[in-house]
């Protein structure tokens, strides 16, 4: 879904980081070479005798469209002329077929890449196959459909191939919605979101994505594990959350029961303004505490505001002051507007300002537009990334200072400039998550700059109270700072499970869990 750059940001990209050098235009899909697949005939044959011919593909094409997810780094790597890629993309059509090309692989020492839409930004679907001798993608997007609803509990089953558009549809029939909006929304699978921890945009009043799933269907190199069922169990530990945000590493999700609720009746747009990112944050924090039930509440900092002034247009006031935020609130009408009342009341007492419907009424029309404007800059020449954490209220101001100046003197470091853009994208009554967009002049070995940037970054976050990831999970990109968030024994609780369901270590190689024990025995 590629877009084309406003031109106002592409007037504004030489006034802010200098002279740009228009990069070479990416290879063509059809002129790329990949590496020559090591998936034996017999590994094939075997295969197809599981899925079917047309479900094991080896085709330069396909596999390419599966060496990787959608990071600025997989992007730089996809124009290349030459890509690693898996040896094989295997498509199962439903839970039996995925289990049983498990237990082939675990036995015939093949790494196994789950694929679902291909949205990773963490490096999660590079095709590494650690010590393995060969590495297939398993492409779970088969695995399509709604398996059961229930009206009267507000539940529903679905196959984790399933997309969100589609999963929306589907409950749409029955005047009900998931309301699960993360960016990827338009290509992602449920699967994927469940096996990230995926927050969607209206978190503030639908909640995670990990917080709506009531029960898994797992298929895993040992067999099948089903987790979850009646609410509120207190039948020992929730082993559920083992694989909410185990990115594949443990097994591949084939089935989920969700938590749906009904079509809202009614949908409100306000826009806000603050004097600064300070006074914003801490409306939103005095919102989140007091309950005041947005379904959608962002800030935007100085820089960010000005951006996204400029992108729809008004240059003439995309360097001014102040900070924008707005607001969403949908369901019953009554209910809507009291709780829109409710929270401009808070939002006007700490030092906002409305300024009416037109602003969130015009981020809710782009709002899944953004990532992909980074393909956009990749053409004018201007490196672009994001990066997200979360951290305590009392932590924030000082977690987005120091996440900044590391940002900023990374990119000096490597004599580039950059543009630094933040915004609180999700509210809890503790604290808030912040999400960081930079745009640079990276003018060498872009992969290697950008990795010694991110690596002083991770630091940074780490060293003041944030956690490496809030909702684009861990992948291979974090896996190392991973391990220093949720220490040795963390680690080797996870090792412990993985070595009991994955003894062959053929789950996603080197995503998660850094160079694992079962891993270097293989």
């Known amino acids: 879904m590629a877009k084309d750059l406003p031109l106002a940001v592409r007037a504004l990209l030489p006034t802010i980081l200098g002279r740009i050098r228009r990069p070479e235009p990416p290879v ?22 599981i899925v079917g ?41 439903d839970h039996d077929e995925v289990v049983r090309v498990l237990g082939f692989a675990s036995e015939h020492d093949i790494a196994v890449i789950p694929f679902g839409g291909g949205t990773s930004v963490v490096g999660a679907l590079a095709p590494q196959r650690g010590a393995h001798r060969t590495v297939i993608s398993l492409d779970v997007r088969r695995l399509s459909g709604l398996l059961h609803f229930d009206e009267v509990s507000g539940e529903a089953r679905f ?43 209206n978190s503030a009043g639908n909640g995670r ?30 082993l559920m959350r083992l694989f909410l ?24 747009y306000e826009g806000w303004t603050f004097p600064d990112f300070e006074t914003g944050a801490d409306a939103l924090r005095r919102v989140a505490q007091l309950g005041t039930g947005p379904t959608v509440i962002r800030l935007s900092d100085e820089a960010e505001t000005g951006i996204g002034l400029a992108q729809h247009g008004r240059v003439g006031k995309a360097l001014a002051k102040g900070c924008s935020a707005i607001t969403v ?14 929270t401009a009341r808070v939002l006007a007492a700490a ?26 800059l990749l053409d004018h020449g201007a490196f672009c990334e994001t990066l997200e954490t979360a ?60 990795s010694l940037i991110k690596a002083g970054v991770n630091d940074a976050i780490l060293a003041n109270g944030g956690t490496i990831s809030h909702h684009h999970g861990v992948g291979r990109d974090h896996a190392p700072w991973f391990a220093r968030e949720v220490g040795e024994g963390g680690i080797r609780i996870l090792r412990a499970v993985k070595d009991q369901l994955d003894p062959s270590g053929i789950m996603n190689p080197g995503a998660l869990l850094p160079a694992s024990a079962s891993a270097e025995r293989s």
């Open 245 to 268: 945000g185990a990115e594949g590493t443990l097994g591949v999700i084939t089935e989920l029961s969700v938590r749906v609720h009904p079509l809202p009746e009614a949908r409100r």
């Open 159 to 201: 196959l984790a191939g399933t997309t969100g558009p589609e999963a929306e549809r589907l409950l749409t029939a029955h005047g009900f919605e998931l309301g699960h909006f993360p960016q990827s929304f338009l290509y992602a699978t449920l699967g994927g979101f469940a096996s990230a921890r995926s927050s969607g945009q």
């Open 28 to 49: 063509a899909l059809s002129d790329v070479i990949a590496a020559a697949s090591s998936l034996t005939e017999e590994d094939r044959a075997d295969l197809v005798a």
């Open 391 to 450: 951290t305590t209220w009392a932590d924030l101001p000082r977690l987005k200072t120091a996440v900044t100046d590391a940002i900023r003197s990374g990119f000096a470091e490597q004599n580039s400039k950059s543009l630094i853009l933040c915004h609180i994208s999700h509210i809890y009554p503790t604290g808030a998550a912040l999400y960081f967009t930079i745009i640079g002049n990276l003018r060498g070995d872009v992969l290697e700059e950008w």
């Open 329 to 342: 609130f949908e369901g019953d009408a009554a209910v809507v507007a009291e709780r829109q009342e409710l």
């Open 209 to 238: 994505f990990d917080a709506m799933v009531t029960a898994l269907r797992v298929a895993t190199p040992t067999g099948e594990v089903v987790l979850g069922g009646a609410p509120g169990s207190a039948a020992g530990p929730d």
């Open 351 to 376: 030092g906002g300002r409305s300024t009416g419907p037109a602003p969130a009424e015009e981020w809710a029309r782009g709002r899944f537009g953004a990532p992909y404007l980074r393909d956009a």
């Open 53 to 93: 011919a047309d479900a094991v593909r080896t085709d330069d094409g396909s596999r390419i469209r599966h060496s990787g997810g959608r990071s600025t780094p997989d992007l730089l790597r996809l124009r290349a002329a030459h890509q690693a890629a898996p040896d094989a993309v295997v498509s199962p059509r």
